[in-house]
């Protein structure tokens, strides 16, 4: 079974090396990752009076609605003067509200950031790291994707990673993001099963 995954890219350039390396993470695990893009470059600049709103937005709504049932989220981004990408952060402030709804709570997480600089969005990546701490989001750890010297000349002609050491990470951290999915679901599952069991035993005990 594959688990179904949300992409949140953090640039909303055409021909974006982050949407690229998206793109190849999915071809990668399309076995186990059922991957979908989420867009954000639509969504109004977040402000709470909508929260108490009678209606909201409907692209807040369309976000919702598509982070919702998924199974995980992948946030793919660059760094914007070392810091999260504005569409992105006001993506996952979208989700977090109203207060007590939150789309992201328990979802499990990967964080992969990309530029054709020499450290890789590093800042942009404890960045977005922090908020995913605050919203109860298990991040997986390893391997940390901070990709660096990320240029035209390392994807093909299809758009997604040339062979070579970008890739082979890449490829591991593919890997390691379907196991980190399905160690969470499992553990979840597998946790439910001993409450109910549990509760099943405590019933049939005599008082
Ligand atoms: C950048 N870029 C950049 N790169 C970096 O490594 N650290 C940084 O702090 C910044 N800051 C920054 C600010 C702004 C406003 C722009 C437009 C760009 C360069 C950035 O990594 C590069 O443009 C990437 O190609 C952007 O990612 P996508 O669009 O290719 O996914």
Redesign the pocket.
């Known amino acids: 079974m594959a688990y179904k995954i949300a992409i949140l890219v953090g640039?909303l350039?055409k021909e974006?090396?982050?949407?690229r390396i998206a793109k190849s993470i999915c071809a990668i695990r399309n076995d186990g990752l059922d991957c979908s893009f989420v867009e954000i470059g639509d969504l109004p600049l977040y402000n709470q009076d909508y929260d108490s709103a009678p209606q909201q937005p409907e692209q807040y709504v369309r976000l919702r609605d598509a982070i919702r049932p998924v199974d995980g989220v992948l946030f793919v981004s660059?760094?914007?003067?070392?810091g999260v990408p504005g569409v992105l952060k006001n993506a996952i402030d979208v989700g977090s509200r109203p207060y007590g709804q939150s789309v992201w709570d328990k979802k499990p997480a990967a964080i992969v950031t990309?530029?054709?600089?020499a450290?890789g969005?590093f800042?942009s990546n404890h960045q977005i790291r922090q908020s995913c701490v605050f919203l109860n989001m298990p991040v997986m750890q390893q391997p940390e994707a901070y990709l660096g010297h990320v240029t035209d000349a390392s994807f093909d002609e299809s758009g997604c990673l040339k062979d070579g050491p970008l890739k082979d990470l890449v490829e591991k951290l593919a890997h390691a993001f379907h196991d980190w999915v399905d160690m969470i679901h499992r553990s979840r599952a597998a946790l439910a099963e001993d409450s109910a069991r549990e509760a099943q035993q405590r019933e049939e005990q005599p008082a």
Do not use: Q
């Not at 660059?78 to 070392?82: D, G, H, K, L, S």
């Not at 990309?114 to 600089?117: E, F, L, V």
């Open positions: 640039s350039r974006s090396f982050n949407r660059p760094e914007y003067n070392r990309a530029s054709p600089g450290i969005g800042g």
